[in-house]
């Protein structure tokens, strides 16, 4: 198991800019992939960008262009970075890891933060 913390979520204006951290705690952090999710008020939570062990990288289509994730295996962390943000944008980010291959898909992960909010003002 892995322990999870975000950090980096508050209130911003469209077209703002936002980085979010998941610091992780416990057994090998390089030996995960991480994810960052995002679930908004009477949405189901969805998929946003993953990033395997050796750097591969998922998007979703909405995110693209927009959000960069990326990895420290150092500091045990995982980031994204955030930038033209829309109000579409604003939910509550969850970072969460696997060890599964298919890191792209939401049910193949089983080490969830408690999340982060993010607003994005119109």
């Known amino acids: 198991q892995v322990q999870l913390v975000e950090s980096g979520g508050g209130l911003v204006q469209t077209g703002g800019s936002l980085r979010l951290s998941c610091a992780a705690s416990?057994?090998?952090?390089?030996?995960?992939?991480m994810g960052w999710f995002r679930q908004a008020p009477g949405k189901e939570r969805e998929f946003v960008a993953a990033i395997n062990w050796i750097g591969n990288i998922y998007y979703a289509d909405s995110v693209k262009g927009r959000f960069t994730i990326s990895r420290d295996n150092a500091k045990k962390t995982v980031y994204l970075q955030m930038n033209s943000l829309k109000p579409e944008d604003a939910a509550v980010y969850y970072c969460?890891?696997?060890?599964?291959?298919?890191?792209?898909?939401?049910?193949?992960?089983?080490?969830w933060g408690q999340g982060t909010q993010v607003t994005v003002s119109s």
């Open positions: 416990g057994r090998t952090f390089s030996n995960y992939a």
């Open positions: 969460a890891a696997t060890i599964s291959a298919r890191f792209y898909i939401r049910g193949e992960y089983d080490n």
